[in-house]
């Protein structure tokens, strides 16, 4: 987003959150209705299709876009998630086995009101607890500290939210079932934090094989990779919008 970056940034709010309205009907917030937004905003902007950006839960919906509507999609950077079935993936570095990860991520969003606006974002933020001694642990948070300017924003953003509504959100994307990326074809780069408490670095890889081509690259880093390498995120988006431009 950086002035002079060659690159020009459309985006949105999902529903019910930074000034967007909630729908009539409280249950339009699946991921199904997020894509059906970014192709809405596709048409307003009069863009026949773009390179699609993803980070976390967004991850979901660039991919159910990508199945959706190939022809919109040139490509697709997929930050810190994976295409459906996100709950599986919490916390597996903190040893939750797999079949209790669902329940615990949503025991973990109803408690999201009552925690505080900021905690989730400072556990995004953290490595796991084994990991806090290490250099590569240390180093994560402290790449989000020289971002002072990038890193209030996202703070301030999250301490502004309705965190019921944000639960309600949540707890709809924990609806959305592991999509089948093989049918892809566009260009795609998965970008995954080796230290990130929200997402198995194990459950990325194994959307990256999933997809024809994909390229994975792994930091290490939390659930917060744009905030803590801005730089790397440049190259990688750039990498692959000239990947974009050999295949077309």
Known sequence: ????????VVTWAHRGLAGSQRPADRDRVRVEDHADDARAVLDAFGLSSATVVGWSLGVNVAFELA???PDRVRSLLAVAGVPGGSFSALFAPLGVP???RTPAGRLSSRLLPLVGPL???LVGSLPPWPE???ADGVRGPAREAGHPAALYTV???FSRHDWRWFRHLVLAVAEHAPLDVGAVRCPVTFVAGSHDALVDVA????AARAVPGARLRTVPA???VPLQYPRLMAAELRALVARERRVS
């Open 1 to 8: 987003m950086a002035p002079g970056s060659g690159f020009r």
């Open 67 to 69: 199945l959706e509507h």
């Open 98 to 100: 797999r079949r209790l």
């Open 119 to 121: 905690l989730p974002v």
């Open 132 to 134: 806090l001694l290490t």
């Open 155 to 157: 703070l301030r953003e």
């Open 203 to 206: 459950d990325v890889a194994a």
């Open 222 to 224: 939390t659930h917060f």
